[in-house]
C-alpha cells in the first residue's frame, strides 16, 4: 500500500482513499492511542485536532481490531479490502456501511408490517450517511414554490431552521424521484468525492445508471473508478496552463420520460460542502423532450440559454458530452428565464454575431442590452469565497476591467457615467472564528496572506458576511454573487450566482495593446445564471425585502444593508489555518 501523495497535509475522510493509501502520521498517532487504551488521542499541535480526530474515528471503524488492541505501539494491519463496496450496498462514503441497509434482492412479496419496518430501517441508515434527511417525494412542489426565481441555499446542519427553510435544498432532494426518474447524468465540479457521491446515489435508488464525471481537482480514487463501477465514467478536465482551473459546478440530469434538468451550483461534491458552508443552486424547470419533427431552433429560451450552454459544454472538446449536447438541442427550454455565464479558457475577441462570448464581457454585454438604467452611485456588490491577486490599486483591473462591465445598463452610450463603487463580502477573521466549525470553517476560503499583503487597498472595500435573515451567519459562503440593488426604492437591478471568484483568472482581464482588438483572456472554466428583471418577472427590479405586486422578493443569500468592516478587522486568511 503506498503512502497518500498528499501526506499529513491530507483533508480527505473517505473510506475508498483510506483503503487504498497509508498515512503515515495518522498510524503513528493511532498506534500510540491503541497501545494507550486511551479514549482521546495525543495529537501534536501543529495539526487540526478536530480533522485529525475525523480521520482516526475513521480508522476505528474501517480497523476495528486495531482499535481495541492495548498491547505494544505497532503500526496497525490494513486488511485487503475492494476499493468499492458490491452494487448491491451504497459503496464507501463517508460513514460506515450499515450492515443491516435493505438490498436490491429485497422480496417484493413482504407483507406491509416487513415493509414498513424497512422503511424505517432505511431512513436510520440514510441518516449514518447523511445529516439533513428530508421526505422524499416533495422536491417538486418545493421547486414549484420557488418560482420564479428556482435559486436555493444548502441546508446547514448546525442550523435546524434551514432544515424547514422552504429555499433550503439537500442533495438528496435535487436526485429525489418527484422531479423525474433519473436514467442517466453528468456530474461537472472541481473536487468530488466520488464514494460520498456514489452514496447519495444509492439513497437516490440510481445508484446503477450511467454517470460522467468531469473533474478538476486531482482525485487518486476517480481514476480507477471505472474498474469497480462500470456506470461510471470519470475523466479529469486538461487544462492550458498549470494555474488554471476546471472550476464549474454544473449537472445535467436526464430523465425517463427523454427530458432533462440542468443544474447550476457553488458546491463542491463533498461532504464538508453540504455540510455547514452557505452554497447557492439554481434549478432550472423541466426541460421536455421535442418532438421529433421540430425545427432545429425551436425550444430556444428567451435568454439564449440553450444555445449559450450548448456552446460551453462544446468548449470541453469531449466525445463523452456529445449525446448530451444532442439532447440538449432537442429539448425544449423555452421555460428558462435566466442568461447561461460561462468562461472558457483562452483568448476571446468580440463578434459580430453574438458579442462577447464569455466571462466579464460577457455579462457587460448583456447588462448594457437588457438592464433597466441604473444610478451610478449604486455600487456594485460582489460576494465571493475567494479573491485573487488584484493589481496595485482597485484602477488597475477591478475599474478598468471588471466593474466597467458591471456598471453597464441599456442608457444610451455617450453621457458622461461615473465608476460606481465597489462593496466586497468576505468573511473577517471574527465572522470565521465564531463559524459553526469555529477556525475550521475557513477552510473554504482560500485567500492568503501574500496576496492579501500586495491590495492593502481592498480592505476598504470589505464587508462583513451576514446572513442572519437566512440563518447563516455561522456558516461560512462559499457561494459567489454579484449584484447592484438600491436600499432606498428597495430593490434589486440583475443578480449573477456562479461559481466564479473575484479573480482574473475566473473572470477574465483584457490585453492593453491598442493596436489590436481587445483580447480577453480567461484561465479557468467557471459556470453560472444572470437573473434579469425584464426575463423573470417581466418588471425592470426584483423585489427586495418583501414581495411587491404579487412578485415574491429575491432570495438574497446575505443581510443588507451590509456591514463594513472595522478599523480592526482583517479577511480571514487561510495561513491561519497552518500555523
Not at 436555493?152 to 446542519?157: G, K, M, P, R, S
Not at 423541466?286 to 456552446?311: H, I, N, R, V, Y
Not at 425544449?332 to 464569455?358: K, Q
Not at 434589486?492 to 490585453?511: C, E, P, Q
Request: aromatic share 10%.
Amino acid at each position: 500500500m503506498q503512502e497518500c501523495p498528499y501526506t499529513d497535509k491530507c483533508y480527505r475522510k473517505n473510506p475508498i482513499h483510506f483503503k487504498e493509501y497509508k498515512h503515515a502520521h495518522l498510524d503513528a498517532i493511532y498506534a500510540k492511542g491503541c497501545a494507550a487504551g486511551s479514549a482521546e488521542y495525543d495529537i501534536p499541535s501543529k495539526y487540526s485536532n478536530e480533522l485529525i480526530n475525523q480521520q482516526l474515528k475513521l480508522l476505528e471503524k474501517l480497523f476495528p481490531k486495531a482499535a481495541k488492541e492495548t498491547a505494544a505501539p505497532e503500526k496497525p494491519a490494513k486488511p485487503s479490502v475492494a476499493l468499492v463496496a458490491p452494487s448491491s450496498a451504497p459503496p464507501a462514503c463517508s460513514k460506515p456501511v450499515p450492515k443491516e441497509l435493505p438490498t436490491a434482492s429485497t422480496s417484493r412479496a413482504d407483507d406491509n408490517s416487513n415493509l414498513a419496518k424497512k422503511q424505517k430501517l432505511s431512513e436510520r441508515n440514510i441518516r449514518d450517511y447523511i445529516p439533513v434527511v428530508v421526505e422524499k417525494g416533495r422536491m417538486a412542489a418545493k421547486l414549484e414554490r420557488a418560482a420564479p426565481y428556482n435559486m436555493f441555499l444548502t441546508a446547514i446542519t448546525d442550523s435546524k431552521p434551514t432544515h424547514q427553510e422552504p429555499l433550503s435544498i439537500t442533495l438528496q432532494e435535487i436526485l429525489d424521484e418527484s422531479l423525474g426518474e433519473i436514467e442517466s447524468s453528468v456530474q461537472i465540479n472541481f473536487m468530488i468525492d466520488i464514494g460520498w457521491l456514489l452514496g447519495h446515489y444509492y439513497f437516490a435508488g440510481i445508484l446503477d445508471k450511467p454517470l460522467l464525471v468531469l473533474y478538476g481537482d486531482e482525485s487518486p480514487e476517480l481514476l480507477s473508478i471505472g474498474k469497480f463501477k462500470p456506470q461510471v465514467t470519470a475523466i479529469r478536465v486538461k487544462m492550458p496552463t498549470p494555474f488554471a482551473t476546471s472550476h464549474t459546478k454544473l449537472m445535467l440530469l436526464g430523465y425517463a420520460n427523454g427530458g432533462m434538468r440542468v443544474v447550476i451550483s457553488t458546491a463542491n461534491l463533498y461532504e464538508d460542502d453540504w455540510h455547514n458552508r452557505t452554497q447557492g443552486l439554481w434549478i432550472s424547470p423541466l426541460l421536455p423532450a421535442l418532438p421529433e419533427d421540430a425545427d432545429t431552433s425551436a425550444g430556444e429560451s428567451p435568454t439564449g440559454f440553450k444555445q449559450d450552454l450548448m456552446l460551453y459544454l462544446v468548449e470541453y472538446k469531449l466525445s463523452q458530452l456529445q449525446p448530451w449536447i444532442a439532447r440538449l438541442r432537442k429539448s425544449d427550454c423555452s421555460a428558462v428565464n435566466v442568461f447561461f455565464i460561462g468562461s472558457v479558457p483562452g483568448g476571446h475577441r468580440e463578434s459580430a454575431v453574438r458579442g462577447h462570448p464569455w466571462g466579464c464581457a460577457r455579462l457587460g454585454s448583456l447588462l448594457a442590452k437588457h438592464a433597466t438604467p441604473i444610478d451610478d452611485r449604486i455600487p456594485v456588490v460582489c460576494q465571493s469565497s475567494s479573491i485573487g491577486s488584484l493589481g496595485a490599486n482597485v484602477q488597475a483591473w477591478i475599474q478598468q476591467d471588471f466593474v466597467n462591465n458591471l456598471r453597464k445598463d441599456s442608457q444610451p452610450v455617450g453621457r458622461l457615467r461615473q465608476m460606481p463603487a465597489l462593496k466586497m463580502i468576505y468573511p473577517s477573521f471574527g465572522n470565521v472564528s465564531r463559524s459553526h466549525d469555529g477556525m475550521l470553517g475557513g477552510g473554504c476560503l482560500p485567500y492568503g496572506k501574500n496576496t492579501n499583503d500586495k491590495q492593502p487597498w481592498l480592505k476598504q472595500h470589505l464587508q462583513q458576511w451576514k446572513s442572519g435573515d437566512r440563518h447563516r451567519s455561522q456558516a461560512m459562503p462559499h457561494i459567489k454573487s454579484y449584484t447592484r440593488f438600491n436600499l432606498e426604492e428597495q430593490c434589486i437591478y440583475w443578480f449573477v450566482l456562479t461559481s466564479a471568484n473575484l479573480s482574473k483568472a475566473a473572470w477574465g482581464s483584457f490585453n492593453k495593446n491598442s493596436n489590436i482588438q481587445p483580447c480577453l483572456r480567461i484561465a479557468n472554466y467557471e459556470a453560472g445564471v444572470l437573473f434579469l428583471p425584464r426575463f423573470v418577472t417581466g418588471e425592470d427590479t426584483f423585489p427586495l425585502g418583501n414581495a411587491r405586486d404579487g412578485v415574491p422578493a429575491f432570495p438574497l443569500p446575505y443581510d443588507v444593508p451590509l456591514t463594513p468592516y472595522g478599523p480592526d478587522d482583517t479577511p480571514f486568511l487561510m495561513d491561519y489555518l497552518q500555523g
